[in-house]
């Protein structure tokens, strides 16, 4: 079978056909006189799996990465059979079995190594190469996937081991992130385990007001994550404050599209799922495209959800092998969807990218402007070639 993530490209009006016709056949949530789109009964219910309508989604997280987009066989998924804890560590630090062994620990029900032990070998191992992949691995261990604090879990080792291979680590950062709110949302308490800045920087971009797109989206060198840390933010704001806020949320206070998120092609199933698995490197969860529409300024349409609940397990549960299996096999037949930005898009920032114009501070020869084309591109320098051609070839 060939693997190409544009298996199949649709746009709006055949997704809500298939929607429709996938509920009706599956008896799964029409009722009569029902109302295919939602763009009206939208509710902000942060982070609410089963009820999501604003949800961090794999193309944000791309964007603030500035990951490549996603390759059908490049998302992954925990190996069926893992390699023992050691063997791993010995590739990844070129440390020796007898120095690997002698610093393993258990913490909990998992494996670990501390990061002083880390550190160490970043401080004075003599490979320089081995020096970066040991600090990214704590980077993944400590920020990404913080299980165990002050030590890098073994269930990171299987991802980061992969990640030279291409695997992007997107769906694996949501699946964790969505786990974890969960967990704690059914608990009523917890730890966030998961990736606190990167859904922070993701929180910032829709709770509060900022600048339309800019010009600086359409440059390669730029970066939405630089670009929030530059930011200044209140730290004076206390939790019950924050309690308050977010209970009393309405549509006109949500930045629905993040600034800097250029849509495109969006993801809204997977092989035979209607809905999108994901797997973490804990275990798996899922999410729905279909309900988050509005953060790509479209309508939503009500999804096919059957089966959703059985998405999320850990790897621990009983015939979790098989699912695993599944969701693999799933993303090697991924559906993709191109028209989910087909809405209204009102700013003349997304029409100049549509058009393939790549900087809007730039005047159309006929507007008649005296400032020389070189005083507009200053501020994207690194498009200076592009735009010279394309107006080149208009005149």
């Known amino acids: 079978m060939e693997k190409g993530f544009l298996d199949r490209v649709e746009d709006n009006a055949a997704v809500r056909v298939w929607s429709e016709r996938t509920q009706q056949e599956k008896c799964d949530s029409l009722a009569e006189g029902y109302e295919s789109e939602l763009w009206d009964f939208t509710r902000i219910s942060l982070l609410h799996l089963g009820g999501v309508d604003l949800v961090p989604t ?9 990951c490549p987009s996603i390759q059908v066989d490049r998302a992954y998924s925990r190996p069926v059979s893992v390699p023992p804890f050691s063997k791993k560590l010995i590739r990844i630090t070129g440390m020796s079995e007898q120095w690997v062994a002698a610093r393993i620990k258990q913490k909990g029900d998992s494996k670990c190594i501390p990061w002083g032990n880390l550190r160490d070998l970043i401080l004075a191992h003599p490979d320089l190469k081995k020096r970066v992949d040991v600090f990214a691995l704590s980077i993944y261990g400590l920020v990404v996937f913080p299980k165990a604090l002050g030590y890098v879990d073994e269930a990171v080792s299987d991802l980061f081991d992969r990640l030279d291979k291409g695997t992007t680590p997107v769906p694996a950062i949501l699946a964790e992130t969505f786990r974890s709110l969960n967990a704690c949302r059914r608990a009523g308490e917890g730890r966030f385990i998961g990736c606190a800045q990167l859904l922070l920087a993701w929180f910032h971009s829709h709770f509060w007001k900022a600048e339309k797109v800019s010009y600086r989206v359409f440059s390669r060198d730029y970066s939405p994550l630089r670009e929030l840390v530059a930011i200044s933010r209140r730290d004076d704001i206390s939790e019950e404050k924050w309690i308050t806020i977010l209970q009393n949320l309405q549509a006109e206070n949500v930045e629905w599209r993040a600034p800097w998120f250029i849509p495109g092609e969006i993801l809204y199933r997977c092989g035979n799922f209607d809905w999108v698995p994901l797997a973490g490197i804990w275990g798996a969860s899922g999410y729905i495209p279909l309900l988050v529409l509005r953060q790509y300024r479209s309508r939503q349409f009500i999804p096919a959800t059957q089966g959703l609940a059985q998405c999320e397990f850990s790897y621990k549960d009983d015939g979790y092998k098989r699912k695993v299996r599944e969701i693999s096999d799933a993303w090697n037949q991924t559906r993709r969807m191109k028209g989910f930005t ?22 159309k020869p006929n507007q008649g402007s005296t400032q020389p084309i070189e005083e507009h591109l200053r501020v994207a320098p690194s498009e200076l070639e592009i735009i010279k051609q394309d107006f080149e070839r208009k005149s």
């Open 342 to 363: 087909a809405g209204p898009m009102t700013t003349p920032e997304y029409e100049r990218w549509r058009n393939r114009r790549v900087n809007d501070n730039i005047p």
């Open 58 to 66: 794999v193309e944000e997280y791309m964007a603030l990465l500035n």
